[in-house]
T-cell receptor
Framework: SQQGEEDPQALSIQEGENATMNCSYKTSINNLQWYRQNSGRGLVHLIL?????REKHSGRLRVTLDTSKKSSSLLITASRAADTASYFCATDGILTGGGNKLTFGTGTQLKVEL | GAGVSQSPRYKVAKRGQDVALRCDPISGHVSLFWYQQALGQGPEFLTYFQNEAQLDKSGLPSDRFFAERPEGSVSTLKIQRTQQEDSAVYLC??????????FGPGTRLTVT
């Protein structure tokens, strides 16, 4: 089952604009991660934020985390056509032996138009 | 360096056929994961290996699904007597224990 939901399901913006995607989850977490998936390609890890962090930056990406509301947001600034993709948040739970089982949200489809 | 590779990239199977999907993880990665991604959904966890040991298979949807990693590197996900609801993209990921997972491009399975 999916851990949470992304909002909006789809987003269309012009190149240069900012894109904001939100993610809500259901259970307590250790970390929350954001992934990007291009058509025909695998998932690419973007950024990880730990449960004791509130905000994290990586290049044009800014992630916030509110554990009291069980929600996170991903902001992409100055978007480019190459940012067109599906974006997923994922929370992790510890598996036997120490592995991290990722539970993904339903994803936001972002389209950046020229 | 080489990333995670999966083969075949596309597989069409008639209902009732058996299929085998292969994953070659990044060399040295101890952990290997299989996920199933239905159209328009996020990936869902199927199973997890640490070396050759299958430590969690709680996500496998039925006993028709079987995964193995006999030598602790390459893994095969086998689906017996495929059904239409098995149509999905099957993703493999590998990692060092507890670290970032690197995903392969996936195998798109279509059951007709």
């Amino acid at each position: 089952s999916q851990q949470g939901e992304e909002d909006p399901q789809a987003l269309s913006i012009q190149e240069g604009e900012n894109a904001t995607m939100n993610c809500s989850y259901k259970t307590s977490i250790n970390n929350l991660q954001w992934y990007r998936q291009n058509s025909g390609r695998g998932l690419v890890h973007l950024i990880l934020i730990r449960s004791n962090e509130r905000e994290k930056h990586s290049g044009r990406l800014r992630v916030t985390l509110d554990t009291s509301k069980k929600s996170s947001s991903l902001l992409i600034t100055a978007s480019r056509a190459a940012d067109t993709a599906s974006y997923f948040c994922a929370t992790d739970g510890i598996l036997t032996g120490g592995g991290n089982k990722l539970t993904f949200g339903t994803g936001t489809q972002l389209k950046v138009e020229l | 360096g080489a990333g995670v590779s999966q083969s075949p990239r596309y597989k069409v199977a008639k209902r009732g056929q058996d299929v085998a999907l292969r994953c070659d993880p990044i060399s040295g990665h101890v952990s290997l994961f299989w996920y199933q991604q239905a159209l328009g959904q996020g990936p869902e966890f199927l199973t997890y290996f640490q070396n050759e040991a299958q430590l969690d298979k709680s996500g496998l949807p039925s006993d028709r699904f079987f995964a193995e990693r006999p030598e602790g590197s390459v893994s095969t996900l086998k689906i017996q007597r495929t059904q239409q609801e098995d149509s999905a993209v099957y993703l493999c990921a590998s990692s060092f224990v507890g670290y970032e997972q690197y995903f392969g491009p996936g195998t798109r399975l279509t059951v007709t």
